[in-house]
């Protein structure tokens, strides 16, 4: 795994993450298309949150510390238990930037790991590859739902209009 050329790629995906949540009006940050969905609010607290406690804590655990236990996080209760919905975007998102910087100057700062290292899971066995890849493909996820809450979001705004001419979501 070329370390250089993932943390470029998480630097590419915080701005995209930045883009799509950056100077959208309250509302939307707020809104929900349905009870049990994100708002952009929540998609950003919660990538602050596993940004710190989830992927970075745990693969330095893999990497240093694998003896130990793994540390118990709960993203889905995290939405309303601390209240996501309820803060400030621009804090939120300041908040996400700054862990993705830390967490790409870890990285740099990471001598010659061994990314071969096992962790064994309930489910099976997770390498501290495993664990990077997934960090990587986790910010994926978020794009995608920021992108879909954008049109959602869209959609209803233009309303009675129709955004069909547009292609098939």
Request: glycine content about 4%; hydrophobic content about 45%.
């Amino acid at each position: 795994m070329n370390l250089e050329s993932v943390c470029a790629q998480m630097e590419r995906q915080a701005l995209a993450i930045q883009a799509l949540a950056q100077d959208v009006s309250d509302g939307q940050a707020h809104w929900k298309p349905g009870a049990e969905d994100w708002s952009i609010l929540e998609v950003i607290n919660h990538l602050y949150d596993e940004e710190i406690e989830d992927f970075r804590a745990h693969l330095d655990l893999i990497l240093h510390r694998a003896d130990e236990p793994w540390s118990r996080i709960d993203p889905q209760g995290w939405v309303t238990a601390r209240g996501y919905n309820q803060r400030d975007l621009a804090p939120s998102l300041d908040n996400f930037l700054r862990a993705r910087q830390a967490s790409i100057a870890w990285l740099n700062g990471l001598s010659e790991p061994d990314w071969s290292i096992v962790y064994p899971m309930p489910w099976g066995q997770l390498t501290a590859g495993d664990m990077l890849a997934s960090w990587l493909a986790h910010d994926l996820l978020h794009l995608r739902q920021l992108v879909e809450l954008h049109w959602a979001y869209t959609v209803r705004q233009v309303e009675p209009f129709s955004v069909r001419y547009a292609g098939e979501w």
